[in-house]
């Protein structure tokens, strides 16, 4: 099918399996391998679980929104596109640079990470060798064509769906005392009378880092322009979204909870330093399996990978959107001769690199404020979908049309997204609380953690002023499902 299309338009060529795999392994990665420990340790299995389940059920009704407005109007800009059709011009436009910036720099940070988990085996080796190669291997990945991104996406993917599901079969046979001794009761779980811990502050701490562990479930928005049958595909991988969470993060943290007390010093080691105390390899090890931490370094590894890989993809592909739609330099909206729109990942690549290359220089102070400046942006763009789907449901009805012709309709509307909104808000202001909780306001803890927030605002309303965009009338939105045109 793809050389068919013609050779100015992104190719079609991710199938059915590949959006299945995106939407499987989008949450799957750090945030669950081991983010969850320290979780635990913070707020207690029950204070985790709530967290999950409410970040989950909000990343559901986004998943949602984002796949009613995908399925009928599929795009690599995404939310991009949808920002400018449904909302205002200076809004996409800062949607689309927040979500570019976003993930240009978590490319930085996944080339740290994978350096830090090589040195698990090769702790004299040089970074600079090992963060060129895996730069190397995602571009490389990403230059080929959307389909070597989907098929590198969807072995990653496999690897990462395997291991948890041992770790849960392993876990429950742990927890009924068919595997490594006697049942374990729920005197972990309950430990100390409780399930919670921390109190309410600890809830938010938590309630953050759920948030951070599931971005990255939206590029299927992103994918969804490159999709052989967008109309059938994106719905599928959608549906998913709610019963993996479920799954992966709950059972996960019920599982950890019952083996292992949420006082252990272990669970609040588990970080990229400390691959060897992720919850997985302690669950792992008190099997018998002592072959767990390498085993886990490999799994870890291949999920930051994972995450760079899509990351490349999907800024790439916005970038290019962003071009086509005069909201970036030209340059940028050109394809080689496989569809891929090669100058916006040499750009994406690059600064990628250079954000990396900051970690070297002046105690990665540099390197920090970019990685907290982008931390932010994620639930940026979370709320852009919720902003998008409402006004576009809004004007979908507004301009005479059922919702019979919607090839996906999400439920709950306009309930789904609003809640949606308001869970990111609360995300959004609970980023930090401890800069204005305290006896004196951390003034520089609050710059660090929200400076992105007054400058996506400053994007939108520079543009807005610049160019003289407005709040687009509901019956003036553009609905068009045909394929943007080169301009």
Known sequence: MSNKTPANTLRKSLKARHMTMIALGGSI????????????????????????ATIGLMVYFLMTS?????????DSGSFSTYGSRFVSPAFGFAVGWNFWYNWAITIAAELSAATVIIKYWLPDSPSFLWSFLFLALMFGLNVLSAKGYGESEYWFSIIKIITVIVFLVVGVLMIFGILGGEPVGFSNFNLGGSSFHGGFFAFIGVFMAAGFSFQGTELIGVAAGESENPRKNVPRAIRQVFWRILIFYIFSIIVIGFLIPYTSPNLLKSDLNNIGVSPFTLVFQKAGLAFAASVMNAVILSSVLSAGNSGMYSSTRVLYAMAKDGMAPKIFGKLNSRGVPVNALLLTTMVGMLAFLSSFFGDGIVYNWLLNASGMCGFINWLGIAICHYRFRRAFI????????????????????????????IAIFGQNTAAFTGSSIDWYGMLVSYISVPLFIVIWLGYKWTKGSKLIPLEQCDLTTSERHNR
């Not at 707020?43 to 709530?50: E, H, K, N, R, T």
């Not at 090839?407 to 309930?415: E, L, Q, S, T, V």
């Open 29 to 52: 990665g750090t945030g669950l391998f081991l983010a969850s420990g320290s979780a635990i340790a913070t707020s207690g299995p029950g204070g985790a679980i709530l967290a999950y």
């Open 398 to 425: 507004a301009q005479g049309h059922s919702l019979d012709e919607l090839p996906y309709r999400a439920k709950w509307f306009p309930f789904g997204p609003i809640l949606a909104f308001i869970l990111c808000m």
């Open 66 to 74: 984002l796949g009613e407005m995908a399925t009928y109007m599929p």
